[in-house]
C-alpha cells in the first residue's frame, strides 16, 4: 500500500474535503454571547493599555493617548462576530496586528490583545465552514505573521538595545549567546503559541463532526427501528388475515353441512331438523364475532408488501396445543397447569383464541430460552366461564395463558421486541389485556388474558 503525501495527510486532518459544516445549535444565542465578549475584550483591551500607560511601559512613546485605545479597541472590537465570520475575522485581526505592529509596537504587545489573536486564530479553525479557503487564510496568516517576526529579530535593533542595557552581551552562561537565545526562545513562544491555535481548534472541529456524526447515526437507527416495528405489525397483521380466512372458511363449511342435513331432515323429520338450524346459528354468531375483531385491525394495513407467512395449510394450533410446547427442546424445564372452571371448558375455547394463546406462550418460551438466564419457567392455562366483575369484557369469562420465569437478562442478548409486538397485537384483535415486564420478586412475566364469548341461553 502506498505511503500517503504529506500534502494528502494535511488536506485530511483539515478535514478540507468534508461535507460537514460546523454551526452553532443555537446561532441566535451563540451569536448573541459572541456580541457580548466581543464588547468585553474591547473594554478590556482599552482598559490594559491604560494599565500598560500607568505602569510606565510607554515611557517615549509620543503618539498620543487616544490613539492607543483606538487602536487597542479596534483589535478586539472584531470578535463580534467570530462565529459568523471566522475567516473575515481572522483576516481583518491579523491585518490589525501586521499594520499596527509595523507603526505602533507597543498595542499588539498587551496581554489582552495577545488573548484576542490566539482565540481569533483558533475560532477560524474550529469555525470556518469552507475549510480550502481556512487552509488559505490561516496559511497567509501565519506567513505574515512570521515575516512580522522575522523583521523584529533580524532587521530591528529593538533586542540588540535591551541585551546591551542589561549587560548581557558579555561571556555567555550558557550553550548560546544570549542575544541568540533571546531570539530563539521569542521563536519558539510564537511557533507554540500560533500553532497551538491551530491545534485547539482543528481538536474542537474534529470533536463536533463527531458528534454530529454519532447523532445522524442515533437518527438513522431510530428510523430503522421505526420501520422494523412497522413491518412487524404489517406481518402480523397479515398472520391474522389468514387466520381470519382459516375461521370463516371453517364456520361456512360447517354451515353448509349442517343446512344440507336440515334440508333433509325437513322433508322427513321436522322437529330433527332444528338441532342442525342451533349449529348453523351457532357457527353463524361465532364467525360474526370473530370477525369484527380481526376485520378492525387489518383496516389500516400499509403498503408494506411483505407476507404473512410461509403458506403452511396444517391444522391451526389451540389451548389443546399448548401443553406440547412443555417437551421442546432449549434446556428450560417446563412446568404445565391448566386450570378450568367448570372442568373441560376448554375445549369450546373458539379456535381464534386458542391460536392466539398458543401463539403467544410459544413466543414467551422462545424468549426465555434465547434472551434468559432461567433454566424453568411456568406456563399456566387458565379458561374460566365466570363473569369477571369489575370488567364488562369478561362478561361471557376469559381464557388465559402466563408464563413466568426468575431468570434475569442474559448480556448481550436483547432482541429487536418485534415478538411482543406481535402478541401485543393479537391482545388487541380480541380486546384482551396483556401483562408483559419484570416481576417484583425478580424473573419476567408474559401474560395474555383474552375474554370469551357469551354462552347461548
Known amino acids: 500500500m502506498p505511503r500517503p503525501r504529506p500534502t494528502d495527510v494535511i488536506t485530511e486532518w483539515f478535514g478540507v474535503d468534508a461535507e460537514f459544516e460546523r454551526v452553532p445549535a443555537d446561532p441566535r444565542t451563540a451569536y448573541r454571547r459572541d456580541v457580548w465578549l466581543g464588547l ?90 469552507d475549510r480550502r479557503a481556512m487552509l488559505i487564510v490561516v496559511t497567509a496568516c501565519l506567513v505574515a505573521m512570521f515575516g512580522w517576526l522575522f523583521w523584529q529579530t533580524a532587521v530591528s535593533s529593538g533586542l540588540q538595545h535591551y541585551a546591551e542595557s542589561q549587560g548581557l552581551l558579555g561571556d555567555p552562561q550558557g550553550l548560546l549567546a544570549p542575544l541568540d537565545a533571546m531570539i530563539a526562545q521569542t521563536w519558539l513562544v510564537n511557533v ?101 375483531g380481526l376485520v378492525g385491525t387489518l383496516r389500516d394495513i400499509g403498503d408494506d408488501g411483505g407476507t404473512g407467512g410461509d403458506g403452511d395449510r396444517s391444522p391451526e394450533p389451540g389451548v389443546a396445543d399448548i401443553e406440547r410446547l412443555v417437551g421442546t427442546d432449549g434446556g428450560l424445564d417446563v412446568t404445565y397447569t391448566l386450570v378450568a372452571e367448570p372442568p373441560g371448558v376448554e375445549a369450546n375455547v373458539p379456535g381464534a383464541v386458542g391460536l392466539s394463546l398458543y401463539r403467544t406462550a410459544q413466543e414467551a418460551l422462545a424468549n426465555v430460552r434465547k434472551h434468559s438466564t432461567a433454566r424453568a419457567a ?79 341461553s
Do not use: C
Open 378 to 456: 411456568g406456563l399456566t392455562v387458565r379458561v374460566d366461564r365466570r363473569a369477571v366483575a369489575d370488567d364488562a369484557r369478561f362478561r361471557g369469562g376469559f381464557a388465559e395463558v402466563e408464563v413466568v420465569d426468575d431468570g434475569r437478562a442474559r448480556p448481550g442478548s436483547s432482541g429487536s421486541g418485534l415478538g411482543l409486538v406481535g402478541i401485543r397485537e393479537r391482545v388487541a384483535t380480541h380486546h384482551g389485556v396483556a401483562e408483559i415486564g419484570p416481576r417484583v420478586t425478580g424473573g419476567y412475566r408474559v401474560r395474555v388474558r383474552l375474554p370469551l364469548p357469551l354462552e347461548e
Open 192 to 292: 507554540a503559541y500560533f500553532l497551538g491555535a491551530i491545534a485547539l481548534g482543528q481538536v474542537t472541529w474534529h470533536g463536533a463532526r463527531r458528534r454530529a456524526q454519532l447523532a445522524e447515526q442515533a437518527a438513522t437507527i431510530e428510523r430503522q427501528a421505526a420501520e422494523l416495528g412497522r413491518r412487524a405489525v404489517v406481518t402480523e397483521r397479515l398472520r391474522i388475515a389468514r387466520e381470519l380466512h382459516d375461521v370463516v372458511a371453517h364456520h361456512v363449511s360447517v354451515i353448509g353441512i349442517q343446512a344440507a342435513a336440515a334440508r333433509r331432515l325437513l322433508g322427513k323429520d321436522p322437529e330433527s331438523a332444528g338441532a342442525p338450524l342451533a349449529t348453523i346459528e351457532s357457527a353463524s354468531r361465532d364467525a360474526v364475532e370473530q370477525m369484527r
Open 40 to 129: 468585553s475584550l474591547t473594554v478590556l483591551a482599552v482598559a490594559g493599555m491604560e494599565l500598560a500607560r500607568s505602569a510606565g511601559y510607554l515611557q517615549g512613546e509620543a503618539r498620543p493617548t487616544w490613539l492607543l485605545y483606538v487602536l487597542s479597541a479596534a483589535g478586539a472590537l472584531p470578535l463580534v462576530v467570530r462565529r459568523r465570520y471566522p475567516l473575515a475575522v481572522l483576516a481583518v485581526v491579523y491585518a490589525h496586528f501586521l499594520l499596527v505592529g509595523l507603526t505602533v509596537p507597543v498595542v499588539p504587545l498587551t496581554q489582552v490583545l495577545q488573548v484576542v489573536y490566539f482565540m481569533t486564530l483558533y475560532t477560524a479553525v474550529a469555525w470556518a465552514r
